[in-house]
């Protein structure tokens, strides 16, 4: 399978970048193939509400999303990996993800599978609860196959994160995928 990780944290080195390694190391291993899309770091603009595109069709905004746009079509799966931020997603990766407007057909097509990978300090039973709320309603709309997802509670900082059972679970994620 070809992999794309969408991953949102301005972190580089960060908790949430390092369940995506554990994650790609896992597919890797078990032969698919991955790319991570730095939504933090590249050049994508937020969605203007314009629909130019029509909901699938040329965004009027000219940026890094030229590049990403074929990168999702051309992908059997795609990976959220987010820190959390006020109980949800970072602004980072949903900026990247309101840019789907304008290929959100062509995604639904694509019956892609996903999975979720998440960090967040807080360690309550309900810490992952409007996130995973969010993520399953995208499944949903978009029409992925679920294949699972770690919620890294107590993942604070990569040392935090490095010294719980996270990584391993991101890594058995990857590594099970057919
Ligand atoms: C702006 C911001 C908002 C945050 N909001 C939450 C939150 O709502 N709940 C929580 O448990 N942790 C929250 N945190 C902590 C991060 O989720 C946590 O430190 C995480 O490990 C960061 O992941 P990263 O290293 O991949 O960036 C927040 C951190 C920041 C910077």
Known sequence: MKIVILAGSPNRKGSSNLLADCFRQGAEEAGHTVEIIDAA???IHPCTGCIHCGYEGP???KDGMERIRPAILGADMLVFATPLYY???SAQLKTLIDRF???NGSIQRRHMK???LAAAWNDDSWTFEALEAHYKTLVRYLGFEDMGMVLGAGCGTPSMTQHSRYPQQAYQLGNRLK
């Open 41 to 43: 770091y590249a050049d």
């Open 87 to 89: 109980y949800g997603m």
């Open 101 to 103: 407007c304008a290929f």
């Open 114 to 116: 996903s999975a979720l």
């Open 59 to 61: 965004c009027a905004q």
